[in-house]
């Protein structure tokens, strides 16, 4: 504890910002906590104050000479500077709000002094409009301890408080949301006065203003807004400085999950820039800056948006398919995230049937998700069925038949057959170029004619089917088109289910 004053000899602490810096002990309120220590610690520097008076007296009385010894002068010389010290305290401890300090210990000087340059600072900037002589113009009212105080400069008082609040409830209203969270930004300098106070005043059990603005704050908005705070999911974080009002507002994104079905090929999974334009719009693309007219993430975006007037949208997929691939079964599981949404309240049955009027997508299972099912859905690995029509690659293969071929073998060989897998040349401007280990668990041959026949394989989500047909020049080991010693490749694909613990695959 500051029984020295060592703090306040430094820091003009007003009593709520002293009692923050021992926040962690007693359960009071900071104002409370300040006022009393500042009470016991000039309790001490009055006691100690008058011992020191007795003490001089007594060495006057007992003096036998006059005028004083030599020694006697010195005694009483070193008693009046520590008296000295110690009223200077005192007057500190009177000048940053504590009450009740008898006027004759307080140096009136230091009390004066101080006042009247406050004042100075204080009416600067009325000094620059009027003329210094125009008195009446000068505001007289002396500052208070928190208008001095260093650390807080008096961002507690109520109207501060109303006036940011009041701002807040303004900037929220366009803005649908259940929970909020308030976040005080605090600038440069208070962010040091805080480690100075923490560092070189040992003091570990002190609360940043951040947190008491913010707590107070709160108290205030969830009372005018009738909502919440809540600091683990808040549907808006408001960023505040105290000491500007400057208000910043964080809307945090709301995620839909559900799973996709993709029933006509030429989609892409996401909306691709045109190709000679990278965007801009041009002939080729008709100005609309698009490679493909749509995509399965505009399609589920677009009905979402409309009602919850994002600032933009993301689709987190499951992993995904090519553009010329369908997605079937009981669909891929996604998740769509909507920044910034004005309204977070949705008829999901609606959106349902407003995406499956669409031509191409279809949805299901449409939910309300979290933004770690983002992470979930990219990470988390998944099995899947596919389904492909294998064709050789060679016309001229005239005599090759794979009715009477190793066809009918083809499915035993591939059982949990491990394959490595190199990043496939189509893609690899795009992907890191690596060794991917993805197993394929079974497989089911059906032959259609002499050089087509359906492969139907249950793999690893991640395994490049087109590639595992064709082995993609060596890249992909063992591949298909190596195992039947004939090169194949993949006509068409279809993406027959994506497995998950929803949805198990039964083979
Ligand atoms: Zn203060
Ligand atoms: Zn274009």
Redesign the pocket.
């Known amino acids: 504890m500051d029984y020295e004053n060592k703090i306040l000899q430094k820091y003009n602490?007003?009593n709520?910002?002293y009692g923050r810096i021992y926040a962690k002990l007693m359960r009071m309120g900071n104002k409370d906590r300040g006022t009393s220590i500042k009470t016991v610690i000039a309790m001490n520097f009055e006691k100690k104050l008058k011992e020191l008076f007795e003490e001089k007296n007594m060495i006057i009385e007992s003096s036998t000479q006059t005028p004083l010894s030599e020694t006697d002068e010195e005694k009483i010389k070193k008693i009046e500077e520590e008296i000295y010290e110690i009223q200077k305290n005192l007057t500190i401890l009177r000048k940053t709000g504590l009450n009740g300090i008898k006027n004759e210990y307080i140096i009136e000087e230091l009390l004066k002094d101080e006042i009247e340059e406050q004042k100075n600072e204080k009416n600067k900037d009325e000094d620059k409009k009027e003329s210094k002589d125009d008195v009446e113009n000068v505001d007289n009212t002396p500052l208070t301890p928190?208008q001095k105080?260093p650390?807080?400069?008096?961002v507690f008082n109520p109207e501060n408080l109303e006036e940011i609040s009041n701002k807040i409830v303004e900037a929220l209203s366009e803005y649908e949301f259940d929970k909020f969270l308030i976040g005080t930004r605090l600038p440069k300098r208070m962010k040091e006065l805080e480690k100075d106070l923490e560092v070189n005043f040992n003091e570990s059990n002190m609360e940043s203003l951040r947190n008491e603005f913010g707590r107070e704050l709160g108290k205030i908005l969830t009372n005018k807004l009738k909502k919440p705070v809540d600091k683990e999911t808040p549907d808006i974080v408001v960023m505040v400085n105290p000491y500007n009002q400057k208000i910043y507002l964080q809307i945090n994104p709301i995620f839909i999950k559900g799973r996709y079905k993709k029933t006509k090929r030429g989609i892409p999974q996401s909306h691709w820039d045109c190709r000679s334009c990278r965007g801009r719009g041009c002939e080729k693309c008709n100005f609309t800056g698009k490679q493909y007219p749509t995509s399965v993430e505009e399609i589920i975006a677009e009905p979402v948006m409309n009602i919850a007037k994002g600032s933009g949208e993301a689709l987190h997929a499951a992993g995904r398919e090519d553009i010329d691939v369908k997605m079937l079964g009981k669909g891929r599981p996604f998740v769509i995230e909507i920044k910034e949404p004005k309204i977070r309240k949705m008829d999901l049955d609606k959106i349902t049937e407003e995406v499956n009027n669409s031509e191409g997508v279809e949805i299901s299972n449409l939910e309300y998700g979290v933004k770690n099912d983002v992470r979930f859905f990219k990470n988390e690995p998944h099995t899947k069925t596919y389904c492909a029509l294998v064709s050789i690659v060679e016309e001229k293969i005239e005599n090759y038949n794979f009715e009477e071929e190793s066809i009918n073998e083809l499915p035993e060989k591939l059982e949990n057959l491990r394959i490595d897998q190199r990043t496939p040349h189509r893609v690899s401007h795009r992907r890191a170029d690596l060794v991917r280990v993805r197993n394929v668990y079974k497989a089911w041959c059906e032959p259609i004619d002499n050089k087509l026949f359906k492969l139907t394989v249950y793999c690893d989500g991640g395994l490049y089917i087109k590639e595992l047909i064709s082995g993609d020049e060596g890249r992909t080991k063992p591949s298909i088109s190596e195992i039947l010693g004939v090169p194949c490749y993949c006509k068409l694909l279809t993406v027959m289910d994506v497995h998950d613990e929803n949805n198990p695959a039964n083979y």
């Not at 650390?151 to 008096?154: A, M, N, P």
Request: net charge neutral; charged share 40%.
């Open positions: 602490l007003c709520r910002c928190e105080c650390w807080c400069k008096d």
